[in-house]
């Protein structure tokens, strides 16, 4: 199993470009996350997706889009780049559960808006 | 709002020696869960140990231990034993449903 992965790695945006972040997880899980973390902080979640076709908030979705067209993967959407936007994302999965399982955790994504 | 804070943006400890990271959290839910990640220089996100709030037991795992006072809405993690490669950052994290939120941060080093 390759768990959660994530591309790219790396990516330098100039302000007012568009990118997407890609992310899929091979575990069939329902439950998708994208948080992103700003230097020196905790992560913030953005947005997440309880099953394919659902998405909702989480606490700073401004600037940003989601889709979720299959389980395996859950693209997140930078429109119009700006350096606010400048920080490390990561994606993250879980299982169904009435208990709040174990999220399993993508090796993130660096960008750099400039 | 629910937040997550960590009072200690960084600790040392010496090899072997045991270190204890705060952690306090405010939320007006019941039954919610605790986390600590570890993260070190290479950014992934570990699961060290999770607590359910409707537990009053204390979590552990193996050199990793929780003291979870619910009333006080403290979480702090003990490391026991404390080994070089536990030098890393250090994330408490609160959740419930589907929100998470997570604290600042503790840095610890592990001193040979």
């Known amino acids: 199993n390759a768990g959660v992965t994530q591309t790219p790695k790396f990516r330098i945006l100039k302000i007012g470009q568009s990118m997407t972040l890609q992310c899929a997880q091979d575990m069939n899980h329902n439950y998708m996350y994208w948080y992103r973390q700003d230097p020196g902080m905790g992560l913030k979640l953005i947005y997440y997706?309880?099953?394919?076709?659902?998405?909702d908030k989480g606490e700073v979705p401004n600037g940003y889009n989601v889709s979720r067209s299959t389980t395996e993967d859950f693209p997140l959407r930078l429109e119009l780049a700006a350096p606010s936007q400048t920080s490390v994302y990561f994606c993250a999965s879980r299982s169904t559960g009435g208990a709040f399982g174990t999220q399993y955790f993508g090796p993130g994504t660096r960008l750099l808006v400039l | 709002a629910q937040t997550v804070t960590q009072s200690q943006p960084e600790m040392s400890v010496q090899e072997a020696e045991t270190v204890t990271l705060s952690c306090t959290y405010d939320?007006?839910?019941?039954?919610?869960?605790l986390f600590w990640y570890k993260q070190p220089p290479s950014r992934q996100m570990i699961l060290v140990i999770r607590?359910?709030?409707?537990?009053?037991q204390n979590a552990t795992e193996n050199r990793f231990s929780v003291n979870f006072q619910k009333a006080a809405k403290s979480f702090s993690l003990k490391i026991s034993d404390s080994q070089l490669g536990d030098t890393a950052m250090y994330f408490c994290?609160?959740?419930?449903?589907?929100?998470?939120?997570f604290g600042a941060g503790t840095r610890l080093t592990v001193k040979p």
């Open positions: 994290a609160w959740a419930w449903g589907n929100d998470m939120r």
């Open positions: 607590q359910e709030a409707y537990k009053q």
């Open positions: 939320t007006s839910e019941n039954n919610y869960y």
């Open positions: 997706s309880v099953g394919a076709g659902i998405t």
